[in-house]
């Protein structure tokens, strides 16, 4: 599989609930870790998982996760896969990482302008892809198989984040990651 980037229709409005509804995740980066992949990366952002979804976010991720599934030709396993909201507010992002899971999609629903963009290692010694934020921009990539980052954001960014799983790749997922990605320091 290999890094796809297309536009998805977002035909429902949505706002940002109210602060009971998400959970905000904080790791700061030592000077030490600065830079260095996989390695103590930061996290700075708001995140509202699937059973917390409301309204028009609920509305988008679904319509979401049925065009992914069409798109990879039903091979995802829905049963598996995972749905968030996350919201960088000024100067969130999260450092190099690679996911759990086998399939990742990102689908951008607001357009910052200036910085927030998502860096994927999309090959080892290439340069990383740069792909800026914007509404409606829908990236999928083997989150698992390509190191990739947010970068900071001045202002706010918000996306939705699909994570699946293909036939025989769920059983791999660590059981641990979760306390990994989403530990840190929680509020």
């Known amino acids: 599989m290999n890094l796809t980037i297309t536009k998805f229709a977002i035909d429902h409005a949505w706002e940002w609930p109210s602060t009971s509804a998400a959970r905000k995740v904080h790791k700061r980066q030592t000077a030490s870790e600065i ?15 699937d059973r917390d979804l409301r309204d028009g976010l609920a509305r988008i991720a679904r319509d979401l996760l049925h065009t992914v599934h069409e798109m990879l030709e039903g091979v995802i396993l829905p049963q598996h896969s995972r749905v968030c909201a996350k919201r ?3 100067g969130g992002g999260q450092g190099w990482h690679v996911d759990g899971n086998d399939v990742t999609a990102l ?4 357009s910052p302008t200036q910085g927030g963009q998502t860096i994927i290692q999309t090959h080892d010694g290439c340069a990383p892809e740069e792909i800026a934020p914007e509404a409606g921009k829908l990236i999928i990539f083997p989150g698992r198989e390509m190191l990739h980052m947010a970068a900071r954001c001045p202002t706010t960014k918000t996306i939705i984040i699909l994570n699946l799983y293909r036939p025989g790749t769920y059983e791999c997922r660590p059981p641990e990651l979760d306390a990994i990605v989403y530990g840190g320091r929680v509020d």
């Open 88 to 90: 960088y507010t000024s």
């Open 35 to 49: 830079g260095k992949p996989g390695n103590g990366a930061f996290r700075d952002y708001e995140i509202i998982h």
């Open 107 to 110: 689908l951008y629903l607001d």
